[in-house]
């Protein structure tokens, strides 16, 4: 069946350090890739989606993620964090437009040191 | 526009009662998702429609959940009869097509919190 794997389920972090979140998933097919974030108290939104082209996204508030097709990765990245980045980070895949059912990893725990 | 709208924000009740969560999925959008975020499970797909119609409810825990969406502006989760471990936040979110394919991104409501007590 196909699963998303966070591996990070707490990460702790002080201002201006760098973030790499960690995502894989077992679909081989065709995917497309999305990190949401969900603030203390609020719904989930979108950081930012894959669905072809260049691996490397960019997504809002200087968050990125690489797609990596040979690992099944799509790992989230900050070079510097922020207080305000505190947040649920999930991954989330769909095997491709055509299909609508989206599954979403269990979610990595962002707390960040003032 | 308002957004996906979901009521009530919280709801409080006993083993055994009735729940009946509310959502309107922003319009224009066709396909609208319920979901259960738990700590321990995370966020899990209960079922989706599209086009009012659901497409799949293999999430759905046990015959004591039910859902329906009787127009393209309404939905309905109901749980009867409700035990404590269904205890958790139900998030519905909508999405819709670009051209011929489903664009992939969701919009959530605000979630509803649920305890059974």
């Known amino acids: 069946a196909q699963s998303v794997s966070q591996h990070n389920h707490h990460v702790i972090l002080s201002e201006a350090a760098s973030l790499e979140l960690g995502c894989n998933y077992s679909y081989g097919g065709t995917v497309n890739l999305f990190w949401y974030v969900q603030y203390p108290g609020q719904h989930l939104q979108l950081l930012l989606k894959?669905?072809?082209?260049?691996?490397l996204v960019k997504g809002i508030k200087g968050f990125e993620a690489e797609f990596i097709k040979s690992k099944f990765s799509f790992n989230l990245r900050k070079p510097s964090v922020q207080w305000s980045d505190t947040a649920e980070y999930f991954c989330a895949v769909n095997r491709d437009s055509s299909a609508s059912k989206i599954i979403f990893g269990s979610g990595t725990r962002l707390s960040i040191r003032p | 526009d308002a957004g996906v709208i979901q009521s009530p924000r919280h709801e409080v009740t006993e083993m055994g009662q009735e729940v009946t969560l509310r959502c309107k999925p922003i319009s224009g959008h066709d396909y609208l998702f319920w979901y259960r975020q738990t700590m321990m499970r995370g966020l899990e797909l209960l079922i989706y429609f599209n086009n009012n119609v659901p497409i799949d409810d293999s999430g759905m825990p046990e015959d004591r959940f039910s859902a329906k969406m009787p127009n393209a502006s309404f939905s309905t989760l109901k749980i009867q009869p409700s035990e404590p471990r269904d205890s958790a936040v139900y998030f519905c979110a909508s999405s819709y097509l670009l051209g011929s394919a489903n664009t992939g991104e969701l919009f959530f409501g605000e979630g509803s919190r649920l305890t059974v007590l």
């Open positions: 894959y669905f072809s082209g260049d691996p």
